[in-house]
């Protein structure tokens, strides 16, 4: 299950909203180990794309250097649908190497109309993905 802030929720969310028609993506950096998600880092979709996300290569390898250097880890890895609902497709399955990590995917099909957001996360292990359900929180409980 993951347990993410109502927070970042929001912040993804607003983050697939402000890029649609492009899709958006991004990691929520946490604690080695924790797998607790608290830092919001939105990323920049090297392919500018409304069918395919992509990290700049360049700004992956900072984002992970600075991870290192905070001993981080990626505990959610998130990009938005703009005409699909929020499943992973084949391409993002090919590309999920992070198996310890969230995946999430926010559907913004709807974004010109008055739908719903989709916010759903996924496992991806191997090739395998199996959805797992979603607590929003308004904080974490102290550790």
């Given at each position: 299950?993951?347990?993410?802030?109502?927070?970042?929720?929001?912040?993804?969310?607003?983050?697939?909203?402000?890029?649609?028609?492009?899709?958006?993506?991004?990691?929520?950096?946490?604690?080695?180990?924790?797998?607790?998600?608290?830092?919001?880092?939105p990323?920049?979709?090297?392919?500018?794309?409304?069918?395919?996300?992509?990290f700049?290569?360049?700004?992956?390898?900072?984002?992970?250097?600075?991870?290192?250097?905070?001993?981080?880890?990626?505990?959610?890895?998130?990009?938005?649908h703009?005409?699909?609902?929020?499943?992973?497709?084949r391409?993002?399955?090919?590309?999920?190497?992070?198996?310890?990590?969230?995946?999430?995917?926010?559907?913004?099909?709807?974004?010109?109309?008055?739908?719903?957001f989709?916010?759903?996360?996924?496992?991806?292990?191997?090739?395998?993905?199996?959805e797992?359900?979603?607590?929003?929180?308004?904080?974490?409980?102290?550790?």
């Amino acid at each position: 299950m993951l347990t993410i802030t109502q927070a970042l929720v929001d912040q993804i969310v607003e983050h697939a909203r402000r890029d649609h028609p492009d899709e958006a993506c991004g990691v929520v950096a946490g604690p080695v180990g924790s797998g607790r998600p608290e830092r919001f880092i939105p990323m920049l979709n090297a392919a500018r794309s409304p069918t395919f996300y992509e990290f700049d290569s360049q700004d992956l390898l900072k984002l992970y250097r600075d991870m290192d250097d905070r001993d981080e880890e990626p505990v959610v890895i998130y990009h938005s649908h703009t005409a699909t609902e929020a499943y992973p497709s084949r391409t993002d399955i090919s590309y999920a190497n992070e198996p310890g990590a969230h995946y999430v995917l926010v559907s913004t099909a709807d974004a010109d109309g008055l739908g719903d957001f989709q916010f759903r996360s996924y496992r991806i292990v191997d090739g395998e993905v199996t959805e797992e359900p979603v607590q929003v929180v308004d904080a974490y409980p102290a550790a």
